[in-house]
């Protein structure tokens, strides 16, 4: 009943930027937060950015001053803006809405991912 749609990875250098998106759609009765993880082969699946829906936003230390979160409310989505792009970022990253369906069930939904790979 809720779809996530991720978009904007891809392959840059070192240095580059890249934007992510998510949009959810489906029985979205309200959004209490959105967020971005990422996730590197063999490893565990780590945050990198949230933001709920009073506006306060949380981020990995290692991407702080690098990357932005934001939102547009209005279409359900959230943004992930990627500066100063280091290999060490190279990751599949998931988008991951907190929501309240109209049945009032709260749950996450993650969406299927997005590489995003950072060459030297």
């Known amino acids: 009943q809720v779809q996530l749609v991720e978009s904007g990875g891809g392959l840059v250098q070192a240095g580059g930027s890249l934007r992510l998106s998510c949009a959810a759609s489906g029985s979205i009765f309200s959004i209490k937060a959105m967020g971005w993880y990422r996730q590197a082969p063999g490893k565990q699946r780590d945050l990198v950015a949230e933001i709920t829906s009073g506006g306060s936003t949380n981020y990995a230390d290692s991407v702080k001053g690098r990357f932005t979160i934001s939102t547009d409310n209005a279409k359900n989505t959230v943004y992930l803006q990627m500066n100063s792009l280091k290999p060490e970022d190279t990751a599949v990253y998931y988008c991951?809405?907190?929501?309240?369906?109209?049945?009032?069930?709260?749950?996450?939904?993650w969406g299927q991912g997005t590489q995003v790979t950072v060459s030297s």
């Open positions: 991951k809405v907190v929501l309240t369906t109209y049945r009032r069930v709260e749950n996450n939904y």
